[in-house]
């Protein structure tokens, strides 16, 4: 899921864009004139722009010059779509500034595979976008649920905790908080308690502190109808960016807003998989919808983990199956059993163990 | 104005000997081709219109609300589809089995190459100044202008004022 703007003066267009573009999981905003759209676009707001050519106060074409003029913009996708469909009208997009050119008229698959393209086309933009953070985001994400996400997220945070750097661990699980469970931690508040609007002055109040010094948002005791919207996310992690050198994100087994702007927003999503069928191929249908989420395959670190002394499939049809070896394999480790049930996370108790030592060893995006 | 059922507006690019007119058209159920040979009228509205000069027909010149265009001396019309042109039968004469032929056309600034369909072989007397209609449907088009030949054009089709044509050849299957 991308925000999109769309700049179009077609006022039959417009909504048509809008419908296209929801049902294809995006989250538009419309702007009639140029105008009107290079000030939304200086918000910082969107990850790709859609630019009609033909409007009536400034042309598409313009709009693209001027986007590209702006430090605050320079660097946005840009994909113009138009009625005007020769190769002197995609030549003169291209030299205007624009990463990409759709003729009308098109079709949804055909849009999709432009924004796609466009949002590929331009990684380094979405690592800090939309929420704009100075702390690294990582993600950790297992679509198919019970593969360990909670634990590697938990010794991920407290790797990076025991290097020195301030860490914050987030737990997105909207069924009833494991990483509190983890860390045997009685919060206080929650993400279910943030306001929409937050900053690094008022974002500590909503924190629960470990005994080692790491810092957790939360998720409710108690699994929730209620969602942590996009934007209570967006300016929790701006505000946290801001107070923390590391954000871990124990993401929610599933796309909602909040996962969707972690991974878009993370250097890197650490994908989370045991070794049968089933894990298989939510792994390799998770990482397609990464990618229309303009998350770039250098972004995805595949994380094989051994949950249990069963040695599961063998590596050659893992790499079969995904089209290339895991980034990180995790070893199954019986100390973590006992790690959880007393409350202390292995990371903290006993780092030397296999699973500490493989987290340790990961190579992550700087 | 009232906006009837059967009425459609398509993005269109008309070219004159010298411009390119960018913008929406509202046509009836005859499609492009029932407009652009109606007989009654001499004139094309085009809502929206964008004006470009044929040397540089990206760069936008002028936007205009409302362009009138004299249906006698525009030279052809692209469309992104083909169904646009208007419904088969309107298009090339009736349900009968048709063959493609590729064919090349030249006017006094252009060169067009396409595909025309005919239900026997290509009769270019026909084609040119059989019937009533003024303009005719060419498909899988790329053409140039002579001016300007370093900047094509292409389209899935083009209704071509015929009148304006001043040679036509049939081209081997292939080299259209």
Not at chain 1, 181 to 200: E, G, I, Q, S, V
Not at chain 1, 213 to 231: N, S
Not at chain 2, 32 to 56: I, P
């Amino acid at each position: 899921m991308a925000n999109i703007l769309v700049v179009d003066d077609d006022p039959d267009l417009r909504p048509l864009m809008k419908l296209t573009l929801m049902k294809l999981g995006h989250t538009p905003a419309l702007a009639a004139r140029g105008e009107e759209g290079l000030a939304a676009a200086r918000t910082g707001q969107y990850h790709v722009v859609i630019l009609d050519v033909m409007m009536p106060d400034m042309d598409g074409y313009e709009v693209t010059r001027r986007l590209r003029a702006d430090p605050s913009t320079q660097d946005l996708p840009i994909l113009i779509l138009t009625a005007r469909s020769q190769s002197a009208d995609y030549e003169a997009a291209m030299e205007a500034g624009a990463d990409d050119h759709l003729a009308k008229p098109f079709n949804a698959d055909e849009l999709n595979a432009k924004i796609i393209k466009v949002l590929k086309g331009r990684p380094e933009r979405h690592s800090t976008s939309p929420a704009t953070s100075t702390a690294r985001v990582l993600a950790v994400l297992g679509l198919r649920g019970g593969v360990g996400v909670t634990t590697l997220a938990v010794t991920l945070a407290g790797t990076l905790l025991r290097e020195g750097k301030r860490v914050c661990l987030i737990d997105l699980s909207p069924a009833g908080g494991p990483i509190a469970l983890h860390l045997r931690l009685r919060p206080a508040t929650t993400w279910a308690d943030l306001p929409n609007a937050l900053d690094k002055n008022t974002v500590g109040q909503y924190l629960t502190s470990h005994d080692s010094g790491l810092k957790v948002l939360a998720a409710p005791p108690l699994p929730t109808r209620k969602p942590l919207t996009g934007d209570q996310f967006q300016s929790a992690l701006t505000a946290l960016g801001q107070a923390f050198d590391e954000i871990v994100v124990d993401t929610a087994p599933l796309l909602d807003d909040a996962t969707s702007l972690a991974v878009t927003a993370a250097k890197q999503t650490l994908l989370v998989f045991t070794p049968e069928v089933g894990a298989l191929q939510t792994t390799r249908s998770t990482v397609r919808a990464l990618i229309s989420l303009g998350v770039t395959d250098v972004k995805v670190g595949l994380m094989l983990n051994h949950i249990s002394a069963e040695s599961g499939l063998p590596m050659a049809a893992v790499e079969k199956a995904l089209g290339r070896l895991p980034d990180v394999v995790v070893p199954f480790d019986r100390a973590q059993t006992a790690a959880l049930t007393q409350g202390v996370p292995l990371v903290f108790a006993q780092p030397a163990t296999p699973l500490v030592a493989a987290i340790s060893h990961l190579t992550l995006n700087a | 104005m009232t906006m009837l059922a059967s009425h459609i507006t398509i993005n269109t690019d008309f070219f004159s000997t010298t411009h390119r007119i960018s913008g929406k058209v509202q046509m009836g159920a005859n499609g492009l081709l029932g407009l652009l040979n109606d007989v009654n009228t001499s004139l094309v509205e085009v809502d929206n219109a964008y004006l470009s000069r044929l040397a540089e027909p990206s760069k936008i010149e002028a936007h205009l609300e409302r362009m009138s265009v004299n249906k006698h001396n525009l030279v052809f019309v692209i469309v992104n589809r083909r169904e646009d042109l208007g419904p088969v039968g309107l298009a090339r004469g009736g349900y009968t089995h048709v063959t493609s032929v590729p064919v090349l056309f030249t006017t006094a600034v252009y060169e067009i190459r396409g595909t025309v369909e005919t239900t026997s072989k290509l009769d270019a007397g026909a084609l040119l100044t059989g019937g009533t209609g003024k303009y005719l449907p060419v498909y899988k088009v790329s053409l140039h202008s002579t001016l300007y030949p370093e900047t094509p054009f292409t389209g899935e089709a083009i209704a071509l004022n015929r009148t304006l044509v001043e040679t036509l050849a049939a081209l081997p299957k292939g080299k259209a």
